[in-house]
């Protein structure tokens, strides 16, 4: 019994020596939703802090990625105004996802992760192409949540009401 543990810490450990630490070279997090009847609100960001490392293959990337969530602008101020409010920007200053599993699905690639929003942690899957070669990794995805998971209750103006649903598009290119 002894042997078999210390051939699995054996493993564990060099699995973890031979992570790469990934260093994000540039990056945007998009955001989509529309208010019902009228136009489309697209905040998106730039700044991004991200802590990731990469194991043999794409499966075993592990880490986390966060924005500072007053970061999130689109092309109405007035709007994100709005938008931060109802977001409890002032208390919940960051947004983090922190990735749990990666699973290959072909040339696709499923990622599940904790998004914490508004104070609020629940489980993501995002679809992700993945583009790995020897100097950089390239994540390009997508996934969806609804802002009352989160506790954001959907704004509206007058007859307008936001839809709850928020569309989400990542674009990250590392350097290794």
Do not use: W
Request: proline share 2%; net charge neutral; aromatic share 6%.
């Amino acid at each position: 019994m002894f042997k078999l543990f210390i051939i699995a810490l054996s493993l564990l450990l060099s699995s973890l020596l031979s992570a790469t630490t990934l260093h994000l070279s540039e990056g945007t997090i998009k955001a989509h939703t529309q208010v019902f009847g009228d136009s489309s609100i697209d905040p998106f960001t730039t700044h991004i802090t991200s802590q990731l490392d990469l194991g043999a293959n794409p499966t075993q990337l592990s880490g986390e990625i966060s924005i500072p969530s007053m970061s999130l602008k689109s092309e109405n101020e007035g709007r994100d105004e709005h938008m931060h409010a109802a977001m409890n920007t002032d208390k919940e200053k960051i947004i983090s996802v922190h990735l749990t599993q990666v699973k290959q699905r072909g040339n696709i690639y499923q990622i599940t992760a904790n998004l914490t929003l508004n104070g609020v942690t629940k489980k993501i899957v995002s679809l992700c192409k993945i583009t790995n070669d020897a100097n950089t990794l390239q994540l390009d995805g997508n996934f969806t949540i609804k802002m009352t998971d989160y506790k954001i209750e959907q704004p509206s103006m007058l007859f307008f009401t936001v839809r709850d649903a928020v569309d989400v598009h990542y674009n990250l290119k590392y350097k290794k």
